[in-house]
Nanobody, 122 residues
Framework: QVQLVESGGGLVQPGGSLRLSCAAS????????MGWFRQAPGKEREFVTA????????YYADSVKGRFTISRGNAKNTVYLQVNSLKPEDTAVYYC???????????????WGQGTQVTVSS
């Protein structure tokens, strides 16, 4: 099992930026991809972005392309999400996830963190 801990959420004005972090521990040797989902009030959890450890391939939802950037630390246990040009509709709980494949990750079959709240409001 992989344990994931997110940090970096908060309240930001429209157009602002945040940097979310996710630290993984435990059985990280089985992790091939890490990423982020988000869940807004009254909506289903949705895929945001993912990155693969072996070759740094990245994947983004259309709604965040050009505004969000995923990256990883040098060690195979940390992933970052730089979120820029934030909009009120980006308000959600952001969840870090890790899985043995990108397909598994995007299907929601990975390990999950507790989530960090991002609120975009003036």
């Amino acid at each position: 099992q992989v344990q994931l801990v997110e940090s970096g959420g908060g309240l930001v004005q429209p157009g602002g930026s945040l940097r979310l972090s996710c630290a993984a521990s435990g059985r990280t040797f089985s992790t091939y991809a890490m990423g982020w989902f988000r869940q807004a009030p009254g909506k289903e959890r949705e895929f945001v972005t993912a990155i693969t450890w072996s070759d740094d391939n990245t994947y983004y939802a259309d709604s965040v392309k050009g505004r969000f950037t995923i990256s990883r630390g040098n060690a195979k246990n940390t992933v970052y999400l730089q979120v820029n040009s934030l909009k009120p509709e980006d308000t959600a709980v952001y969840y870090c996830t890790a899985a043995s494949s990108v397909v598994a990750l995007r299907g929601g079959f990975g390990s999950w963190g507790q989530g960090t709240q991002v609120t975009v409001s003036s």
